[in-house]
């Protein structure tokens, strides 16, 4: 398997239990600390809040790519094949429209000067790099969004022949 495969394949899920893990470790630590030493990590907390919303911003980009997301499919289910094939299509533009506009609107958020120049309390780390899982997060969405939209299209496509 070639290494642009097994990135398509696994970056988020690696990523994401990366992140997990270490989300574990830290409370772990600083359940341990508090309790058995009697002294807290003062930084444990933010470092946790950071790596968790990290991982949720990757989480979403998964359940893109394995079509995991909650969905209302009342209406697509009285479809005919063809037809919901269609309704698929057109969820995933307006799904990809947001998560494109998102990620811009992102961008722009962090690139203002009042939020580049702010830091974290205790960690003291760039306000930005928690920003950037938004647009991170929303843009790998959209490759995932892509890649449906793609295998949508070729079902389509193959259901006139």
């Not at 893990?21 to 003062?42: D, K, Q, T």
């Not at 919303?53 to 094949?81: M, N």
């Not at 997060?137 to 006139?160: D, E, N, P, Y």
Request: net charge positive.
């Amino acid at each position: 398997m070639s290494v642009i495969r097994w990135v398509d394949l696994n970056a988020e899920k690696a990523l994401a239990s990366l992140l997990l893990a270490a989300i574990v470790l830290l409370i772990f630590g600083n359940v341990f600390m508090r309790y058995i030493m009697n002294a807290s990590l003062s930084w444990g907390e933010e470092l946790t809040l950071w790596l968790f919303v990290w991982f949720v911003w990757l989480g979403i980009s998964y359940a893109f790519h394995t079509g995991d997301h909650v969905r209302i499919t009342v209406f697509r289910d009285v479809l005919g094949e063809r037809a919901r094939l269609y309704v698929d299509a057109v969820i995933a533009l307006l799904v990809l429209g947001f998560l494109l506009v998102l990620t811009v609107e992102c961008i722009k958020l962090i690139m203002m000067p009042f939020v580049a120049s702010q830091t974290s309390v205790v960690l003291g780390l760039p306000i930005p790099i928690l920003y950037a899982s938004a647009p991170i997060g929303a843009g790998l969405s959209a490759i995932r969004v892509v890649q449906h939209l793609i295998r949508t299209l070729r079902l389509i496509a193959a259901t006139k022949a």
